[in-house]
Every structure is written in C-alpha cells, then in structure tokens.
C-alpha cells in the first residue's frame, strides 16, 4: 500500500489533475494507492472569505461561492470526457453548492461564524475536490473508491486545530479497508469528524496529515506528499532564490523545518510516519522525474552541516522579569501554565543563567490574552515590585538553522552570528536545543529576508557572496569605474566568489535603481538620463530601506552632502567606500564618529583614493600601525598639479601660462587657487596623519603659501593677472633652488605629531627630487623603517586609476 498526497496547486485545475492521474496511473503499477488530496488551490482561503464576509453581513460571498462553483463545474467538464460522466457529477455538485449558500446565508443570518460552523464551511473544499478526482478516474475507467475522511480520521472538538485520536482511527481505517477492496481510494485530506460526527479540521495544509495518518494506520510501505516544488529545499524558496532540494532529510530534520515555518510540509506530518519507520518523499508534481526528497531514519552524510534554514514570521517575545524570580523554584512553571490556560502556544523559550529573566516567543496575536493571564497569575509579585509587568515585543521573527550534523561541527553559531553581525541584523533572543538539532535566532521581522539569504550564503552558497552597490556619482570617476565592474564581475564571480551587483546609480538629476537582480552595466547611461531624481536623502533611505546583505555605498564625489549620508548609512551596517575626501578631513570628531560607527556596526568605512588615488598609502600605514609599528615622519608629493606645475617651470615661460597649461590639461580644480594654495594638499597630509593616529584638525596643519597675498583675492581671471604681476616673485623662487642645483616641489610633511605643507628646495639624490608627470610619492619613517624610508610612489591622479582604487576599496568591503 502506497499513500500519495497531492496539495492544492497540483489539483488546482483540470490540467493540473490530468497529471495527478498519470502520476497515481504509474503508482497503481507498484500496488494499491491511497490517494489524499487538498482542495483545487485556493479554495479554502476563498471559503474563509466568504464565511468572514457572511459573518460581517456582507453579501460578497455569494459572488465567492458562484465563482468556486464555476471553476469546479469548469475542472470537471474538461476532466470528464462524455456527457454521461458529466450529467453524473454535474448535479452532485451543484447539489454541494446549494448547500454551501444555506450554510452561508445562515451564517448571514446569524451574523456568527463560530470555528464548528468554520470547519463544516471549510470541509467542502477536500469534498468537491476529492469526489471530482474520482469521477476524473472512472471516466478513464480506473475503479476508484471514494473514502469519506470524516469516517475515517475521528478527533476530539477542537475544531480548527482538531486533534487526531490513533486508536478510534486505525479501526475504523482497518474496518474500511476490509469493507472496501479497491486498489484505489480517494480520500479528501484535511476534514475528519469528532465523537458527535460534526466535521472537523486538522489545521491550515492539514491534508499532508491526513495522508501521514492513513499511512501509518494501513502500515503503507511508503508515503509521497506531491507539492509544486521538488523536495524541501535548503531555504523558502520564495525568500531565497538560491534555494535548492534536499536530498535526504532525517525525520526530526523535517520535523524541525516544518515546525519553524517550511510550509512545503505540515509539521505533525512527520510523527505518525517515523512512528512506523514509513520512509516519506516529497516530489514535485510538475517536475516528477526529479528526485525530490526522502525522508528517512538514517539519511547518507552529506558535507552540509547545516541541512536547512526556515523561518517563522508574527513572533512576540514576553519578557518577564525581577530580583523577585531569582532562586525561586516555580516561576517558569506557573508562567507556562497560564499560558497554557489561555490555549497559547509557546514557540520558543531562553532564559539566563542568572535566572532574573525569562523570556518566551508567541504568536503575536496571542499577546493580549498572554498579557492578560500572566499579569493576573503575578498580579501579587508585581504589585510587590518583586516582577515587572509583562513587557510584549511584537513585529519579530524567527530564523532557525537546522541539522543533525551541526553537533558534531563547533563554530556554527559564530558563523551564525558574524555572518548576521556583519548585516546589521540584531539578534533579539537565541534558542538552541541541547540536541543542537535547531539553533534558533529572533530577529526583527523587516529583517527576514536579508538573514535568510546571508545565512544561505554562508551555509549553502560557498561558491559566492552577493554584495550590492550603491554608486553615488557617475561621472569621469564613477564611469571608469562602472566600466571596470562591467569588465571584471565575472572574474570576480569565478576567482574570488564574489557576486557584486550595481543596485542603483544617482547624480544630482537622476537616480536609476534595480529592482532585483542589479542593473544593466552595458546600457546605464541611458536608462540613467530616463531615470527620476531621488534627493541626497531619498537614496539614504532606499539603500535603507532595501535592506540588502552586504551593502556598500560608494561615494565617487567631491560633495560635502553626500558625507553627511556616511553616518546614518553606516548605523545600518551598510559599508562606505568614498573618494570624496570630506568626510575624512572634516572636524576630528566626525572622522573618529565615522570609524567608530563602523567599528560598532561591523562593517568598513575605506577611502584609500583619499591620498595618491590608487597607491596604497591608506593601507600601507594601516598595515604599519596595525603591526605595532610606529609612524614618526612622513614626507609627500601629493599634488599632481603643483608636480606639474613646478616640473615645468623653469623661467622660460612665464608662471601664468604654466599653471594655465596645468588647467587646460585637466590637471588642476576648476578653480586652480585650491590646488596652488595648497589646501588640497594639508587635508590629504591631515588624513594621513588621523590614519597615523594624531588627533589634528586642519587648523593645525600649517600652510606656507607660496603665493603672495593678492593672488588669493578676487576671482580666477584676478587670479591669473595677479601671477604675471608676481613673475618676479615665481623667477625669484626657481633661481634660489636652481642656483643649487635643486628643484621645488610642494611637500606635506609630517614630524611627530606636526603637520606642514609648503614649497621646499629638493636636492638631488633626495626621494623628492625625481617625480614625473603626476607622480605622487609618500616616504614612511617609522621605527622599523629608520635609515632608509619605505617608499611609496607612481601616479596620484587619473580618472582610471582613481576608479581602479575605489574598485579595490569595493573588494576589502564585500571580503569582510
Ligand atoms: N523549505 C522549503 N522547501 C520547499 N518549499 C517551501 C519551503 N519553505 C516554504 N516553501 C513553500 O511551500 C510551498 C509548498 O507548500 P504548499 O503551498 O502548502 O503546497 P501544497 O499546496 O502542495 O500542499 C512551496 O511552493 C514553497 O513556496
Ligand atoms: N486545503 C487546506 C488543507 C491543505 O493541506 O492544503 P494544501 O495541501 O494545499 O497545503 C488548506 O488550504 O489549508
């Protein structure tokens, strides 16, 4: 005897059943079959509505019920291909809705809709759909036997939740089969009777149960729960797209699974089943030569720990405390029974060690009556002070992880916890049996999505970590580096297992984001041109608000808002990768608040492109300090213009056109007195000597100007004028350094806590003296680098390499 079920999908329609029937026709070739199968998908939720809305006095469920009875009348004209077999079920069924609208109108009438009256509404769902199924078999001429579950399945009155009695069960199974010789039964899953006979319910997806049931009472040689998915699979695959089938699952595994929340199978299912050592496999109607699931004593170790994550949604934790429960034996016990009073249903259970809490997981809309019980059960110990009142905590879930294997594998909770730490995502409470089948974390129910994926990833996906990019600033910078991600995702995705998505690109006009999956790398400019604009903070809050696993903002502009967006971002986990330089050269304290944030909130704030554009000079002094070296001097050419500039100048033309040529050739700011006054160059000496760990301001860093007074005044062509007026002075300076034999360069300088920057005189052989182009070179003096310094050198500027630095920063973040 084999048991097959078939859930509501796969009866959902005539074409739907047509494969249910070839199916049960390759069974019936093994032996006989019981065949449990739910209402055509759908119904029941269509028959709550309408008993809902009678009940409330709303007339639309007659429109419900005529639109069931249509696509039932519609299933069973296509499935019955003679007129005869349909003059024959036609009328049973209209017959069946006629009854369902008296039983609606009565609810109607008495504006009540009580669970007995509930379950007898619900009931017609299996009934239509399991005596259309065996008209469907005797049209084909299959003899198959209608078994009424209600005669079978007795439970007590629970109604709605019935629960199953074994013993009146198995007889009254046993006596059926003997009275009904039929290879094949057709049973409805879900409804059975009490005691009285009045119809009861097993529970939403309670047809997987009946089928368990019935396998277990007939001694079945095997149960099939056929679904519209191949097996369990690792994850909810309507959470996590990477999800995938099973293999082999132990009982308890399943058991567990399906207790936290995979729907693909109704959690009592599993006991009556591993009771008689009945092997179960879940298989996929609509994909039948695939192997699905089998669940089993022993399955064959796999190398997965974990065998499967799930996760259950409207979750409160209570939380009761007080000095008052300390070394007080009972408190537990009489909180569990209140609740037990009150028919609630405890989910999930910690307590300290300290025993001054214990906190317990509910449904949430059982938390008015758990407040009620439990305040009244401690009224006296919190009137006493020696209790709080129960403090609720609703719009949580929980996410578990589970496996046999995960015991004999120390460290899954630190991969649990880090993998979740690093998103963001804050766990509220933890259980983990001492079976250590289950570790269970509660999580904010916005939360579900993101942890359910990160931990698939890091349980499942070894083969590759998706990181989605949120780029601020597509411009000469951000183009190249657009280019550069279009060019490399997919050696990223085999070398290095990383999945990096562009999620969105905004400027200050137009924001163009993904919906899923990223976007289009080969057509964004356009799709951005089309795009609509999303202010500074909007795209704050979307980056916010997608809540995706590892996040990075990349800020590729010079824009002193876009910094303000760092903080709020970073408190939400979300890494930070920027050129702009200022948020790292803002007051001390906000740079330090920005490092602290992502110290906190486990995640990166990188901004190497900061100083030399892609040279590793951030990094460099990190891993200088980082090892306990100690940075005493640092000496710089940071500024490809001023490199240029004075690389150039050797009197023959005049200071003027030079620094005019520097301009024309995309060297300098649009206005050249930032480059030449020198500020640029004191914040990028400032962030390093922060990243050497000195507490300076950018008042600190003193600037000698090289350029008289009056050129700093007025506008940028009262600039040019006043160099030529100030030849002189440029000439002057030049012959002093080349009278020596030496050449001017603009040097930051760092010296023991002091910073400076201001033309020096180079002489030859020196470090400095020898810069091309726009070379940028930093000289590291530490202790360990005493005589000779550790060098840093090669160009400091160009949009290409700019982009390839920011590009680096993008993999030290997403390699967390
Ligand atoms: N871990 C999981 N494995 C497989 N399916 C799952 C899991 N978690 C949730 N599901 C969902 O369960 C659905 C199947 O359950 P259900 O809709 O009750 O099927 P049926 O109507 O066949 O009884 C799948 O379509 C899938 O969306
Ligand atoms: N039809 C019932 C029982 C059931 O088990 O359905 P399904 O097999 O489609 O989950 C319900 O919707 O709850």
Redesign the pocket.
Known sequence: MQVLKF????VASAENIEKVIAIVGQALAQGPVVLVV?AL?GTTDALIGAGRAAAAGDEAFRITLRQLEARHLTAAEALLPTPAAQAELQPWLTAQFTELALLADGIFALGELSPRTLDRLMSYGELLSSRLVVAAFQARGLAAAWADSRQLLRTNSRFGMAQVEEVVTEQQVRAFQLATPSNLWVAPGFIAADAEGHTTTLGR?G??YTAAILAAALGAEKLEIW???S???T????LVRA?RPIAHISYEEAME?SHF????LYAPTVQPVRQRGIPMWIKNTFAPQDFGTLVEVAPPPTPNVVR?L?SIGNLALLNLEGSGMVGVPGFSARLFAALARARINVVLITQSSSEHSICVGVNEADVPAAQGVVNEEFAGEISAGRLEPLRPETGLAIVALVGENMKNHPGISGRLFSALGHNGVNIRAIAQGASERNISTVIRASDVRKAINVLHEEFFEATSKQVNLFILGPGNVGGKLLAQLAQQQAYLREKLSLDLRVMAIANSRHSLVSEEGGLDLRTWPEDLNEAPKLTLEEFTQLIISKNLRNSIFVDVTANPAAADQYAPLLAKSVAIVACNKVAASAAYASYRHLKQLAQDFNTKYLFETNVGAALPVIGTLGDLTRSGDVVRRMQAVLSGTLNFVFNNYDGSRPFAEVVRQAQAEGYTEPDPRLDLNGSDVARKILILAREAGQQLEMNDVANESFLPPSCLEGDVPAFYEQLAVHEPHFRALYEAAASEGKRLKFVAQYTDGQAAVGLQQIPPGHDLYDLRGKDNVVLFYTDRYTDQPLVVKGAGAGAEVTASGVFADIIRAARL
Do not use: E, H, N
């Open positions: 859930g509501g999908t796969s739910s998908g997806g047809s997987d679904t519209d998915v097996g369990m699979l994850a909810d695959p309507r999800a699974l929340g995979a729907k693909v499967g799930s």
